[in-house]
């Protein structure tokens, strides 16, 4: 929803992680959640606030139900499954999009270079044992020729390069590295048209 709002108004928000993680029912708060059910919880609500409105605080706490302050609406959301590499590179230049990925013990540990998830693929042969989501903001060649996505992770910028893992792409597997091609959804907020996969 940042990332959106920022090619769309050539502003990037903070949201509110908070407002998600206490008032999004249908997620788990702390335990986790969902990309669609935080997206179907942004339509219901009208929107969601910025984080100097409604601040983190990492807890499982109630709902502040009034909030003061700019909501950043969601009119639509599409979820696709699978989405072929082509189609998923032509669509990261328009916005980011939020996958779904196998985050396995060398994801979890990563730290630089180019990750090509070589302990994903004896751990995982479908898409339906995945575990973790991430946000492909772009992709690019610069390192060592090889091509590969920028994936901005949710951990904090002290893990991976800054927050970010570089994911090699046209590896020839139609799933991706450890799932990445497998589930991805993408969002239209107010006022924009919607792209097309």
Same mark, same amino acid.
């Given at each position: 929803?940042?990332?959106?709002?920022?090619?769309?108004?050539?502003?990037?928000?903070?949201?509110?992680?908070?407002?998600?993680?206490?008032?999004?029912?249908?997620?788990?708060?702390?335990?986790?959640?969902?990309?669609?059910?935080?997206?179907?919880?942004?339509?219901?609500?009208?929107?969601?606030?910025?984080?100097?409105?409604?601040?983190?605080?990492?807890?499982?706490?109630?709902?502040?139900?009034?909030?003061?302050?700019?909501?950043?609406?969601?009119?639509?959301?599409?979820?696709?499954?699978?989405?072929?590499?082509?189609?998923?590179?032509?669509?990261?230049?328009?916005?980011?999009?939020?996958?779904?990925?196998?985050?396995?013990?060398?994801?979890?540990?990563?730290?630089?270079?180019?990750?090509?998830?070589?302990?994903?693929?004896?751990?995982?042969?479908?898409?339906?044992?995945?575990?973790?989501?991430?946000?492909?903001?772009?992709?690019?060649?610069?390192?060592?020729? /090889?091509?590969?996505?920028?994936?901005?992770?949710?951990?904090?910028?002290?893990?991976? /390069?800054?927050?970010?893992?570089?994911?090699?792409?046209?590896?020839?597997?139609?799933?991706?590295?450890?799932?990445?091609?497998?589930?991805?959804?993408?969002? /239209?907020?107010?006022?924009?048209?919607?792209? /097309?996969?």
């Amino acid at each position: 929803m940042d990332g959106i709002n920022q090619t769309v108004s050539g502003r990037l928000p903070v949201l509110s992680e908070q407002q998600l993680v206490s008032c999004s029912k249908s997620n788990k708060g702390c335990k986790g959640g969902w990309y669609v059910r935080a997206f179907q919880y942004f339509i219901k609500n009208g929107g969601i606030t910025s984080e100097n409105v409604y601040n983190y605080t990492a807890t499982d706490s109630a709902c502040r139900k009034k909030l003061d302050g700019h909501h950043y609406q969601l009119l639509k959301y599409w979820l696709r499954t699978p989405i072929s590499e082509r189609s998923l590179r032509r669509f990261v230049f328009k916005q980011p999009i939020s996958v779904s990925i196998y985050a396995s013990p060398h994801f979890k540990s990563y730290k630089s270079g180019i990750f090509s998830g070589a302990d994903c693929s004896s751990m995982i042969r479908t898409c339906k044992n995945l575990n973790h989501v991430a946000l492909i903001e772009g992709c690019d060649s610069l390192v060592a020729g /090889q091509d590969y996505w920028i994936v901005k992770n949710s951990w904090g910028s002290s893990w991976g /390069q800054s927050g970010y893992i570089f994911i090699k792409r046209n590896t020839g597997s139609s799933r991706g590295v450890c799932s990445i091609n497998c589930s991805g959804a993408y969002t /239209q907020p107010k006022g924009r048209k919607k792209h /097309q996969f």
